[in-house]
């Protein structure tokens, strides 16, 4: 290596090191604390619905309640990925590695995409054996109740990732936007058992979402825009 290219390199290094620590502004950090609690709000709420669903789903034999119940499982690893991101944009400020956002929506649509995976595999199975669920109260509580906490988190979660310009977080308010689908099509699947009776209706049921969960996660793996269409 030249002298010259030595000396580049150098400048560019202490170019970047100068920008990385450039202060945020007082409107984003608010932005990012306003992240924060929320991706702590949806901790706590996952948990226990994690826990109810699929415990409800493993004595119910319900496909739609376990993929509701591991939904649940995958939004708490994304909230734990975003946590990660948005604490080393706090630390490193606002031009805070370019890899770290990349690599928090790849894994964001990753989660979503083993989630449809499960489900092709759980359905197709749940058809193949003709499996039919159980009535679970438990579950059709939870599922209930995690429709309009759903529509609230991702609802904020999309307005400050549009704020934000984060792929990453435009991911995981999608997370909770699938997982409120996933509450809708359980309480449907629920009534629909009731009414009918047919073995059929929890793997179809659970197959309704799936468009929805692969088209948000190429949109994650890609790193569109939370702006784009």
């Not at 150098?10 to 306003?34: E, F, K, W």
């Not at 929320?38 to 309640?65: F, R």
């Not at 604490?87 to 964001?108: N, S």
Request: aromatic share 10%; glycine share 8%.
């Amino acid at each position: 290596m030249t002298e010259g290219s030595s000396d580049n390199d150098d400048c560019c290094g202490m170019h970047r090191t100068a920008i990385a620590d450039t202060p945020l502004s007082p409107q984003r950090v608010q932005l990012i604390r306003q992240a924060f609690r929320l991706e702590w709000l949806t901790v706590g709420w996952m948990v226990v619905e994690a826990v109810v669903a699929l415990w409800a789903g493993w004595l119910a034999g319900s496909v739609t309640l376990w993929a509701f119940g591991l939904d649940s499982v995958i939004e708490l690893v994304s909230a734990g990925v975003l946590i990660w991101r948005l604490t080393v944009e706090l630390r490193h400020g606002r031009a805070f590695p370019e890899q770290v956002e990349h690599h928090a929506a790849r894994i964001a649509g990753g989660l979503l995409f083993a989630l449809a995976a499960w489900i092709v595999v759980a359905a197709g199975w749940s058809l193949w054996t003709r499996h039919a669920q159980a009535f679970s109260l438990p579950g059709l509580v939870m599922a209930v109740l995690a429709m309009p906490v759903m529509y609230l988190l991702a609802r904020r979660k999309l307005a400050i990732a549009a704020a934000l310009g984060s792929p990453a977080m435009r991911a995981d308010a999608v997370e909770s936007i699938t997982c409120g689908w996933l509450s809708a099509v359980v309480v449907l699947a629920f009534l629909a058992d009731l009414a009918t009776g047919a073995w059929w209706v929890d793997a179809a049921a659970s197959l309704g979402v799936l468009w929805f969960v692969v088209r948000e996660a190429r949109a994650a793996w890609s790193g569109r825009d939370c702006c784009d269409d």
